[in-house]
């Protein structure tokens, strides 16, 4: 069971970062459509820039750039084919960018034989190209691309047969549209490098985010085995329950009903202290904990000692647990009870309103392994009422961080013993009164009302 939770939890782990790497490439695909786009774009304003500007047909200058925009066009139109159809193949953007170099750096040797003022026209697709380098490759790129543009631009320039040309451009470039191409470069990658780490900081946010949601869930599944929703019946009492984790997920309140010999029924109620999800992991060995060893003792003072001697390097060092358990004969109403730690016990006598703590104690397990508890024992009447809870009944916290207090607990005890009521209707009553006086206010800890009665001898059978 361990490997296997541990190859869910590697699956799960590895399941959100391949879906994060496929996510990235995906994203990265679409970008370099959305380029492609904004290349036919790119092309067409070319034309409109150049076309009408270039001699007339059959003119040297018009025939090269009609021919280096087909040229464009038949290149832009495969991409877009490749793309739609999945073709890709690695370092292909290394590839486009010296394309869209080679094309724009054309289009400026063209522009250049028009003069200064058309140079000007096509050097700002150099800014565009900047822009995609810097989403492709980061600040790095972004830089690597801008000089690469520079030189192919000086070289463009360079090539045309007046000289006055390249002189005159290269002067105003120098001043005003280099320095601007840097600083585009500079600030596109910055921006997008910045982007970059906050995506790769959201992916590790949701990477850790479902390792804890599967945390949860395994805790969860694990509670709910173990932890009964329903109490089994128990011939001669009256049971009833009410539970409310704080949180969704697995809790580590714990409470269970065995039938031990001769018709005695153990009765136990407990509390794991420590981190939410893997106190609820603790509670499976609390549960088998206890049921050895109620098998192996009568007395409730033994039991917990052999519990917490089972638990105590399962413990340690950073949990700890409270518990209560008791032993009930319904056919004699002999109570026999101990306690480690936890919330005393409160009983409520047939006919009378005044609630007493069955108060004997000794140390939570997982605090010294060879604690020694105290048993304590007294005799039923038919429609006592006994109430174990824990201690998130009574640390409840109403809006203004009051909370809800003992003293309040056993005055709505009092009042929902004495009427003839179920112990079921009593619990009922006891967790709506909680939940009404903590209602807006804080649930910091799970709640666990477990109420029980002795039914009269002819409602036994």
């Not at 790769?200 to 599944?221: F, G, P």
């Not at 098998?295 to 519990?307: C, G, I, N, Q």
């Not at 007493?356 to 604690?371: C, D, M």
């Amino acid at each position: 069971m361990a490997r296997r939770s541990r190859q869910e939890h590697s699956k799960g782990t590895t399941g959100v970062t391949s879906r994060g790497a496929a996510i990235a490439v995906e994203q990265g695909n679409e970008s370099e459509v959305v380029v492609a786009i904004v290349r036919t774009f790119v092309i067409g304003l070319a034309a409109l820039a150049l076309w009408s500007r270039l001699v007339g047909p059959g003119g040297v200058e018009w025939t090269a750039f009609r021919r280096s925009v087909v040229v464009a066009g038949i290149y832009n139109a495969g991409l877009l084919v490749a793309y739609w159809r999945g073709l890709f193949w690695g370092r292909r953007r290394y590839l486009l960018l010296l394309i869209d170099l080679l094309l724009i750096s054309t289009w400026v040797h063209l522009a250049g034989q028009l003069g200064v003022e058309e140079v000007s026209r096509v050097f700002p697709f150099y800014y565009l190209l900047v822009i995609v380098a810097a989403i492709w490759y980061g600040l790095q790129g972004a830089l690597v691309t801008a000089c690469a543009a520079i030189i192919f631009h000086t070289l463009a320039l360079l090539l045309l047969p007046e000289l006055t040309v390249v002189s005159q451009f290269t002067g105003g470039a120098m001043t005003q549209q280099f320095p601007i191409l840097g600083l585009i470069a500079l600030l596109v990658g910055y921006l997008w490098e910045t982007h970059r780490r906050e995506r790769e900081a959201w992916y590790d946010r949701q990477r850790l985010l479902t390792i804890y949601q599967e945390r949860i869930r395994m805790s969860q599944t694990l509670y709910e085995l173990f932890v009964p929703r329903t109490l089994p019946e128990a011939p001669g009492l009256d049971l009833g329950l009410r539970f409310r984790p704080a949180l969704r997920m697995g809790a580590g309140d714990y409470y269970d009903v065995l039938t031990l010999e001769r018709g005695r029924v153990g009765i136990c109620i407990a509390d794991v202290a420590g981190k939410v999800a893997t106190a609820a992991v603790k509670v499976p060995i609390l549960k088998y904990a206890l049921r050895v060893a109620a098998a192996l003792s009568p007395s409730p003072a033994e039991v917990l000692m052999r519990v917490n001697r089972i638990l105590y390097p399962e413990l340690q060092p950073e949990f700890f647990v409270t518990a209560c358990y008791l032993v009930i004969d319904p056919a004699t109403g002999e109570l026999a009870y101990a306690n480690a730690g936890h919330q005393p016990p409160i009983l409520v006598e047939q006919g009378s309103a005044e609630p007493r703590l069955l108060t004997t104690s000794a140390l939570p397990f997982g605090v010294e392994e060879g604690t020694r508890y105290e048993e304590e024992s007294l005799v039923l009447r038919a429609g006592d009422t006994l109430l174990l809870y824990t201690d998130g009944v009574v640390e409840a916290r109403n809006p203004e961080r009051r909370e809800y207090g003992e003293e309040q607990l056993l005055g709505r005890l009092g009042q929902a013993a004495d009427g003839g009521r179920t112990a079921q209707e009593v619990a009922q009553e006891i967790f709506d009164d909680v939940n009404e006086f903590a209602r807006h206010g804080e649930r910091r800890d799970d709640m666990t009302i477990l109420v029980v009665r002795l039914a009269p001898k002819d409602s036994s059978a």
